[in-house]
């Protein structure tokens, strides 16, 4: 039996490629020791609300800012609390998150927080609550 050579594993690579059996973007996202983070914009976060119902809404606004109207089903996490990162250490890291705070500035911070404490899979809600609200999403008071 012959070798298998770096040429023939590329061959193999293409016509997996071409057939749309692998894509280099899959073999990145199946690195389990990377945490996959994705900004999303509110349109793909309500599809991922629709497709992934086990996912979490992680709303990271003071309280009053969330009592003022939050994505339905939303966890309040207020990032300016001072045990802010012991109760993000407390999650559950292998969950789906949906993360977001008022316009993308706290939640980016957090996001980073997250990413280096081991949560698995985080989508970032770029523009925050506002966008959502801008893109005619519901929101619950």
């Known amino acids: 039996m ?8 590329w061959s193999v ?11 280099p973007a899959n073999a990145v996202a199946a690195d389990s020791d990377k945490p996959m983070v994705k900004n999303i914009k509110a349109e793909e976060a309500d599809q ?3 497709k992934q119902k086990e996912a979490v809404i992680l709303d990271i606004r003071t309280q009053s800012e969330y009592q003022s ?5 939303a966890v309040n996490l207020d990032f300016y609390a001072d045990d802010f990162q012991k109760e993000l250490e ?10 977001h705070c008022a316009s993308g500035g706290r939640s980016s911070k ?3 927080v997250m990413k280096k404490l081991g949560f ?22």
């Open 69 to 73: 109207g939050h994505i339905a089903k």
């Open 13 to 23: 690579i293409l016509l997996c490629s071409t057939l749309g059996f692998w894509h």
């Open 110 to 112: 957090a996001r980073d």
């Open 120 to 141: 698995e899979t985080i989508y970032h809600l770029d523009d925050g609550i506002k966008g959502w609200i801008k893109a005619g999403k519901p929101v619950v008071k």
């Open 90 to 99: 407390k999650l559950d890291k292998k969950q789906v998150y949906l993360l």
């Open 2 to 9: 012959k070798p298998f050579s770096c040429t023939r594993l």
């Open 48 to 50: 991922l609300l629709h």
